[in-house]
């Protein structure tokens, strides 16, 4: 017995298991205080309706004597019948009508997919169907091509293999047997990430002149030439130059098309998304294309390792961060739309934690409709796929929303914590600390609200280099 193995001493509480034990001790104080408001809300609905609804009790040994029975129910009673006798017609009338039931009942209720009818709602359909259509541009073999031959492949690789052995050994150095943060193919869109920002696309304030590079400030919109047209130019800009002695005139055509942005490599936001996208599916990424109705786009791409979207924006070199705009730039969304070849997914919840505090009014079409044409869209790129390959989208949709609804629900969990005395959230750490927006003039952030809390950081802006 001299050489038996001594009992294992536990191993102490780590910060994600205090974080754990915190969350598990709210989310029972968070379910009695809905049991308690539930049942509230129930005797307080139940209570008014019981005494309308109940009749008055009625004395059978009156109406057993015909003499004292009024007329409309004289009637002999059957013996042994303890049937109550129905008031007469002005007793009814006389009653008060139960209530109906209260809003509060009734807005948990499921949403049902409803098809778009009046104008404001077909006019929105129009253009999440038009959108749609973005992410199959990226499918094009000689698009991949002509993007994989601009892509430094040996870089993007060896970059990604070098960070991937990192955050591996990081894992197996913990000794839990806990996988990695990331995969390989995360670390490949990571790589990807910085060398589009700091060194294949240019941020564009204002073009600079074309004769004698000086500045040139805008001019107003002027009409795509056929040329710029067939490029997807629906619209391009006039800007003309600041010297005097050249006053020339430059034309900032805004492309969709991306093998037209693979040639200029540069644009704002909306080239950015749309050409990172692209390069995203060329190494072999699942991508999306998101819309946001405040005039922004970025990218998702899904992550194996996590087996969830990511959110990715190559504007400010982001990673994984949904708040960065509600919370880092204080900007306030009512609709965030993605987009991919196989369908449509209302994805607002992940980007607007707090609908009360960041959500705008959803005014394009009621919420009913929205659903309906997401599902419209995903049925249309969905019908010709395998049954596994369907069955596989679907069990990924029910994950997602669980995602979408565990947001919702930590939201309130926070606003609720916030409401009781003694208890707080977390401070949030470091990297929890997001920036006003980094990508444009400092001018060009403040007319659109983007700069966020800190507005020390538009001295330290890059964007009117890029």
């Known amino acids: 017995m001299a050489d038996r193995i001594p009992p294992r001493q ?17 989310s029972i104080q968070f379910e009695q205080m809905l049991k308690i408001k539930r049942l509230n809300e129930l005797s307080e609905r139940t209570r008014p309706r019981s005494r ?5 009790p009625v004395d059978m040994s009156s109406t057993s004597s015909p003499s004292h029975a009024p007329s409309a129910i004289r009637r002999k009673p059957v013996p042994g019948s ?20 209260s809003y509060s009942s009734l807005r948990h209720l499921p949403l049902v997919p409803t098809p778009p009818q009046d104008p404001a709602s077909l006019k929105f359909r129009h253009l999440l169907i038009s959108h749609s259509l973005t992410p199959l541009k990226y499918e094009n073999p000689g698009l991949l091509d002509e993007a994989l031959s601009l892509i430094p492949l040996d870089r993007i690789y060896g970059e990604a293999e070098e960070e991937s052995q990192v955050l591996q050994a990081e894992a197996e150095s913990m000794g839990d047997g806990r996988r990695a943060e990331w995969g390989y193919q995360d670390c490949v869109i990571r790589a990807l990430l910085r060398w589009f920002k700091r ?34 130019a629906a619209r391009v800009e006039l800007y003309q130059c ?22 200029t490599r540069r ?3 909306g080239e950015w998304a749309n050409c990172f996208s692209m390069l995203c599916r060329a190494v072999g990424g699942r991508v999306r294309w998101l819309w946001n109705s405040e005039d922004h786009a970025w990218t998702e791409v899904y992550s194996e390792q996590q087996k969830r979207w990511i959110h990715v924006d190559a504007c400010e070199e982001a990673w994984d961060s949904p708040c960065l705009y509600t919370q880092g730039w204080g900007k306030k969304m009512a609709y965030c739309v993605a987009f991919s070849i196989d369908g449509a997914t209302d994805v607002t919840r992940r980007y607007v934690r707090n609908h009360a505090r960041h959500g705008l009014d959803r005014t394009k079409a009621p919420e009913e409709v929205l659903i ?5 869209i995903r049925r249309m790129r969905r019908e010709n796929m395998p049954k596994d390959e369907r069955r596989r989208l679907v069990i990924e949709d029910q994950r997602e929303e ?12 926070a606003e609720v914590t916030n409401l009781l005395p003694g208890v707080g959230m977390p401070s949030p750490s470091d990297a929890e600390k997001l920036q006003g927006r980094q990508s444009g003039s400092s001018e060009w952030v403040q007319a659109r609200g983007e700069g966020g809390a800190d507005t020390s950081s538009s001295a330290r802006r890059e964007g009117e280099g890029h």
């Not at 240019?202 to 000086?214: A, G």
């Open 10 to 26: 536990p191993a102490p509480a780590t910060a994600d298991q205090a974080d754990e034990n915190w969350a598990k001790a709210l």
């Open 52 to 56: 309308a609804s109940s009749p008055a």
């Open 82 to 101: 303890h049937r109550p006798v129905r008031p007469p017609p002005s007793a009814a009338a006389s009653s008060p009508t139960p209530p109906p039931p």
């Open 199 to 232: 060194s294949f696309f240019t941020w564009v304030n204002s073009p600079p002149c074309p004769i004698c590079f000086s500045p040139t400030d805008p001019r107003d919109m002027t009409p795509p030439t056929p040329d710029e047209m067939a490029r997807g």
């Open 242 to 263: 600041t010297a005097p002695e050249c006053a020339a005139y430059e034309r900032f055509p805004r492309y969709s098309d991306v093998w037209a942005l693979l040639q």
């Open 267 to 269: 644009g704002r936001c």
């Open 372 to 376: 309906w044409i997401t599902d419209e």
């Open 402 to 413: 669980q995602e979408l609804r565990g947001y919702v629900a930590r939201a309130i969990a």
